[in-house]
């Protein structure tokens, strides 16, 4: 029986590369590349995502819609690693751990798109809350969030680093998106069942990967107010046979830098960790996900999409 064939459309880009060297290695599947002097040209580009037997795009999204316009084979199926695609219908949303059937329908589907590194944190801690009634589906949901400057691809990295240089004690730390409307909320916003778009505020870190996404719950404003206790508890429940989504104890200091939360401590896994902490007197909680924002933020996600969609066990070439 001839193996799978994959072809990596924008192998060299930041997503595609960390793709690559996880797939490289591995001998159940034939990785497919272009030559570097045709990677721009469509006529190759085409003839090659046509001829595999899985295509991942790890591209900008115009770029991404147009090769997927490019597909006149039927039989191939497309793993979409830009955002592109993450809200659009006849798209199966990859987030396996999501709900019940959710590795059924990306085993059985040709169009795959690749999570968001943030939206991955936030929807681990909110998707179950809102999906069990915890938290009421229009409550006004905020969302802080810091990456490290890999997250935003190569335009985001030279332009962190190029202020960086800059100044002598590195620039610690920035927020971003203040217009609003960063590209990520759709996306939230259609996978979490909220009512409303959270209002999302992003930051950029001085450190290359890792990630904590924040969701305060200040419980007071609720009618029926939850315990610190039932929030962990639906969690855990609900991740209870999931391998790369860990739930730690209910108000956990033991993964913790002293006083401090590590944004890294994820990093080179394709965990999300996941975190509660309450105060049942306050009437306050905080949700927080830690995961690396290149492993199943993007290229640990990707492939174990990959090893979904071609039927094989879902845990090879991840960690």
Known sequence: MSKPTVFIDGAEGTTGLQIHSRLNHRHDMEIVSIPPEKRKDAQARSQLINSADVAILCLPDDAAREAVSFVTNPNVKILDASSAHRVTDGWVY????????RREQIKHATRVSNPGCYPTGFLACVRPLIASGIIPNDFPVTINAISGYSGGG???????????QQQADNYAYGIYGLSFGHKHVKEIHKHSGLKFPPLFVPAVGNFEKGMLVQIPLPLQALK??????????????????????????LNDDSLRKGKFFDAQAANDTNLVQVFVFANDETKEALLVARLDNLGKGASGAAVQNLNIMLGLDEDLGLC
Request: hydrophobic fraction near 25%.
């Open 94 to 101: 990859g987030f396996p751990e999501l709900e019940q059937n």
């Open 154 to 164: 190569k335009k985001l990295i030279e332009e962190y680093q190029s202020i960086s």
């Open 224 to 249: 029926n107010q939850p315990s610190g206790e039932l929030i962990h508890n639906t969690l855990k429940e609900y991740y209870q046979n999931e391998k790369y989504v860990l739930v730690a104890p």
